[in-house]
Structures are given as C-alpha cells and as structure tokens.
C-alpha cells in the first residue's frame, strides 16, 4: 500500500511541477481572474426560457375590440374604473355625475385600420368611486409635470365635486 501512495506522490509531484515549468504566476492570475469575472457576468447572459413555457397551455389573446376590458385599444393611457361597467357608457357619463372640465389625452393605435388616434379621457365626477373594472394602462404616460398627458391625477379638481366615480374615452382626432 505504501509504494501505491509513493507512486501517486511522485506523479503528482512531476505533473504540478511541468505545469509550473510552462506556466508562470501571472498567467495563473489572469485565468483566475477571468474566471472570476465570467462567473459574475454569466447571470446576465439572455438564455432561452421558452422549454420551461411549454407544459402551460396558450393563453387566448384578451379582445382589443371589446370597450368592457382593459385591453381595449383606446384605453392606452386610461387610468380608472370603465365607465361601461359603471352604468355608463364608452363617451357617456353615468346619471348622476358630471364630466370632467379638465382631461388627460393619450395617441393610441387602432389595431384595426393601423392608425393612431388622438384620445380624451374624462373622470366623472360627482359620486363616490365605482369600484367595477379597474384599467391601470400607462403607455407613453409622461411625467406628472406634463399635466395634460399624466393619468394619475384627479381631474374633477375642476368641477363642483371633485370626487370621481369613473372614467370614458372619447376620440377626439386622427394623431
């Protein structure tokens, strides 16, 4: 047993000593630090997630044609509850409130000619807060010192009431 460990002992011994003898400290340094940096940069490398999708079944498209989803085209920029689900309507106001004197606007695409659409969204005003279909779309939303492209305000700040209940779309232009 003990010649087995002397053997090992010795091939060892010549095979780090050739490698000492062909490779000098600093190219050990530089391999160590390559290694050190790729290993810290390979996390942020884009690598393919679609095998992991696969076993879930294709979600269906949400309509962009139906004005009682979020996902309508013209609620692009819309912030607020859908005056459609409100007793309201796309452009109407529910009984008992008034609309905004002031509003935000916000260009979306209609996906259905491929034209961009210049959009109006008035808050109603006048009762308290619908509660029904909440749409949150921020697209091209500017900051809050653009006042007239920002959604997250109270645009019954205007009005006699300043609480809001929901919020209509209304095409003002072809963008």
Known sequence: MRRLFDWMDRFTERGLR?????????SLLGKLGVALVGGAVLPMLPFDRSGAFAAEPAKPKPDPNDPSKCEYWRYCAFDGYLCTCCGGSLTQCPPGTDASKVSWVGTCLNPNDGRQYLVSYHDCCGKGSCGNCLCNNNERERPGYRLGVHNDINWCMANAS??????????????
């Open 18 to 26: 050739g490698v000492a003898h062909r490779h000098g400290r600093r």
């Open 162 to 175: 300043n609480m809001f209940h929901c919020t209509t779309s209304i095409i003002v232009g072809v963008a």
